[in-house]
């Protein structure tokens, strides 16, 4: 649905980013800004209509020299420090890299950007925080973000969507819930369970000696989407007239339990992974599941359940 047009990612060497880079490549002219702290130049397929440019999105010299030199029709601003726990350690650098790029960005599309057709600028299900109530909807559900990842993708979230009503620059916010699939990272602890999962697996497998640590007993639930459907929903959100300025939750609408997953991975792996079982994660919610109603009304569906992600997942990264 985006089709030769140029369109810059940042973040796009990252999980994310690069999937949705390596989808769009083929069609379009794509951009990446990537300082690739935690993105690898390996998750990019790169061709003739894919540049690079190693930078960081926080130093205002590298957007703007990107800005003056090229129109992009489409701006996926994915480039973040994703780690919840690295924003606890390091409030300061977490503000710059996730808040003053955003800001900053938008104030650069205000002054070079006429042809912009849409910025879409990622947000988390963590600035719902801990309020019980399930499930979460965009406009109604309390916001109550609890660490400076949170505080910071909210505040970056309203910039981004009072700059259309304010200036007119054409935006939307996504709010991803618990992301999965090939190319996530799995070597730190806060990585998404699902990688680190896979990962044990893996080793498992591999007759390495191994356990994954169960923080709970299991029933914890999350809104697991496939990344190809996460993909599929920012285009779907980028080419609706009807997204601009305004936020969607982009998730199954669906809650799974670990425990669950755990079966269905012993079962389609034929493993019994050996699990050692700790205390709650301090800061962990107990539930989460997203509403999507509203990104329905775009038309979007997850085309992959829980079972076929998984087993997409396995079949590309086992
Ligand atoms: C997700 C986001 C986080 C933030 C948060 C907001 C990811 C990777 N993290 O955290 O950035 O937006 O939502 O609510 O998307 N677990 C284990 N063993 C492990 C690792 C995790 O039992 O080795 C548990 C963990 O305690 C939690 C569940 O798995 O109960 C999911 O953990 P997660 O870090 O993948 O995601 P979440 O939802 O806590």
């Not at 926080?58 to 780690?83: C, R, T």
């Not at 925080?129 to 979230?157: N, Q, V």
């Not at 390495?208 to 809104?223: E, K, P």
């Not at 050996?274 to 997850?302: A, H, N």
Request: contains cysteine; hydrophobic residues 35%.
């Amino acid at each position: 649905m985006i089709n030769n047009c140029n369109v810059l990612v940042t973040g796009g060497a990252g999980f994310i980013g690069s999937t949705l880079v390596n989808q769009l490549s083929a069609t379009n002219q794509i951009t990446i800004i990537d300082d690739l702290s935690m993105g690898k130049k390996e998750n990019i397929d790169f061709s003739d209509n894919t540049e690079l440019i190693v930078g960081d999105i926080s130093k205002q010299s590298v957007l703007e020299e990107v800005f003056m030199n090229q129109q992009f029709d489409y701006i996926f601003h994915l480039g973040a420090i994703a780690s919840v726990a690295d924003s606890v350690k390091n409030p300061v650098r977490t503000h710059e890299v996730n808040f003053d790029s955003t800001f900053m960005m938008l104030e650069l599309i205000k002054k070079y950007q006429k042809k912009l057709k849409r910025m879409i600028f990622a947000s988390s299900a963590a600035v719902y925080g801990d309020e019980p109530t399930l499930p979460k909807e965009e406009d109604t559900s309390c916001i109550r973000p609890l660490t400076p990842y949170a505080i910071d993708k909210f505040s970056s979230e309203r910039f981004v969507l009072d700059y259309y009503s304010l200036y007119d620059v054409p935006t939307s916010a996504v709010r991803f819930f618990n992301v999965y699939g090939p190319n996530q990272n799995p070597n730190s602890p806060y990585s998404g369970v699902l990688s680190i999962l896979l990962n044990s697996y893996k080793k498992f497998s591999n007759d390495q000696s191994v356990h994954f640590t169960l923080f709970g007993d299991g029933s914890q639930t999350r809104d697991f989407i496939y990344v190809e459907d996460v993909v599929s929903a920012l285009i779907i959100v980028s080419v609706s007239e009807e997204s601009k300025g305004q936020v969607y939750n982009v998730g199954t609408g669906k809650e799974t339990s670990l425990k669950m997953i755990i079966n269905v991975l012993d079962s389609l792996l034929d493993i019994s992974l050996p699990i050692q079982q700790d205390t709650v994660r301090s800061g962990d919610i107990e539930k989460s599941v997203s509403s999507i109603e509203k990104l329905k009304k775009l038309g979007f569906f997850p085309k992959y359940s829980l079972k076929d992600g998984l087993k997409k997942y396995i079949e590309k990264d086992f």
